[in-house]
């Protein structure tokens, strides 16, 4: 996918610069065309003749090269690359950026750049949240770049938080995702190497050793889902209740379950790591108060069984969750769709909900079609036509990349 693009790098002056040689070293290995800028700060942190030795070209920090007159054009460089990554992208990079500040060769680049411009943010937690940080990467986004999420981690101060650029190998997979878009315009930037808890399928409560209750769910909305988020980049575990669907993509975590009780372990045990959970499984209100431990025989004309609340998942991870964690619900209706799914939002504190009708032709359980409306905290209802459930993932998925984008800015 980078064979023989043509990628700027703009290396502004953070610790974090140290990561280019090796973010050099792998997009040469990827085949891509290497050019770098670097801002004199950048200088401190890294040696030109590093990174010119890795890229087999020159590397440019200044308009005019030594007395000669002859200078850096960077017009031509903003016009000769495929993609600009500035990395590290500092707070005072993002600020000139941001503002139209054109006082280097870097910035004089971005601002004559006609291609893509992605900026991989590096610097301390407090810096990384600041109102006026957060301000600059609201800009470069409406402008139309695409910001690559730093990381949570150890700081070079010492603190431990959001702020660590995002590793090497992270944005070389951000790169190949970003030339996609030339062949698929369904670009999510957002999900790339987010950790994605899916759950899907039915529980089984079981009643005695052969029998339990359960529900018409297949899992096939939320493997979808699974599928396509992997083939994003996302990092997805499945949490998957009893189905007759193989995995879709081997890079998923699967973890098998039965019961309601055990969906709820296996998805507690990820959710705290979780950027992203989506509860699509059909799991059971109710489980038998007991289960015999032989087959119950069939002996009277009526049978009646003592049932119990499972716990509410949804409602635990919504009071659990965190500001940076979107958490979107599924709710399959029968009368008072929309109230009832925008009472479930308040309720379990989700940031969205995917509405579906079993009154609806093609739609619910067993189909390989779905028609749903996704309902958001806000108020805003999107509502969308029957369609295959492969088809569906992808509308879901757009809604979580701009609600994480939103995030991002605004965290």
């Known amino acids: 996918m980078l064979q023989n693009k043509k990628i700027l790098l703009g290396v502004s002056g953070s610790i974090a610069a140290y990561k280019i040689a090796s973010l050099t070293r792998l997009l040469v290995k990827e085949g891509a065309e290497v050019q770098i800028v670097m801002t004199e700060a950048a200088q401190g942190f890294i040696t030109p003749l590093t990174l010119a030795t890795l890229s087999k070209k020159p590397v440019y920090s200044n308009f005019v090269k030594g007395e000669s007159g002859e200078w850096n054009n960077h017009v031509d460089l903003g016009l000769w690359a495929d993609l600009i990554l500035i990395a590290p992208a500092t707070a005072h990079t993002l600020a000139k950026c941001a503002n139209g500040i054109c006082d280097d060769l870097l910035t004089a680049v971005y601002l004559s750049a006609k291609c893509p411009v992605l900026f991989a943010p590096a610097m301390d937690l407090d810096m990384y949240r600041h109102p006026s940080t957060l301000e600059n990467l609201r800009k470069l986004t409406s402008f139309g770049n695409v910001i690559v999420k730093a990381n949570f981690g150890e700081l070079a101060s010492g603190l431990v938080g959001e702020g660590r650029m995002a590793e090497p190998e992270e944005l070389v997979e951000v790169l190949k995702a970003s030339f996609k878009k030339e062949l698929n315009p369904e670009f999510f930037p957002n999900l790339i190497g987010k950790n994605i808890l899916i759950t899907a399928g039915p529980t089984q409560e079981a009643i005695d050793p052969v029998r339990f209750i359960s529900n018409h769910s297949t899992g096939k909305m939320g493997y979808a889902l699974a599928d396509k988020l992997a083939k994003l980049g996302a990092k997805v575990t499945l949490v998957s209740g009893p189905v007759q669907i193989g995995l879709p993509d081997e890079r998923i975590q699967l973890i098998k379950v039965h019961s309601a009780k055990e969906m709820f372990e296996a998805a507690q045990s990820v959710f705290p790591e979780a950027n992203v959970t989506i509860l699509a499984a059909a799991v059971a209100d109710y489980t038998p108060t007991t289960v015999a431990d032989k087959k119950i025989k069939k002996k009277e004309d009526s049978f009646t069984i003592e049932l119990t609340k499972t716990i509410d998942i949804a409602k635990t991870f919504g009071q659990q969750k965190q500001a940076q964690q979107l958490l979107v619900g599924f709710a399959l209706e029968t ?42 905290k806000d108020g805003m209802q999107l509502h969308f036509d029957l369609k295959s459930k492969q088809d569906v993932a992808n509308d879901i998925i757009a809604v979580i990349e701009d609600s994480l984008a939103l995030k991002n800015r605004v965290i």
């Open 335 to 376: 009368d008072n769709e929309v109230a009832n799914a925008m009472g479930k939002i308040q309720s379990k504190n989700l940031d969205f909900i995917v509405l579906n009708s079993l009154r609806d032709a093609g739609a619910g359980f067993g189909h390989d079609t779905n028609k749903v409306s996704i309902l958001k």
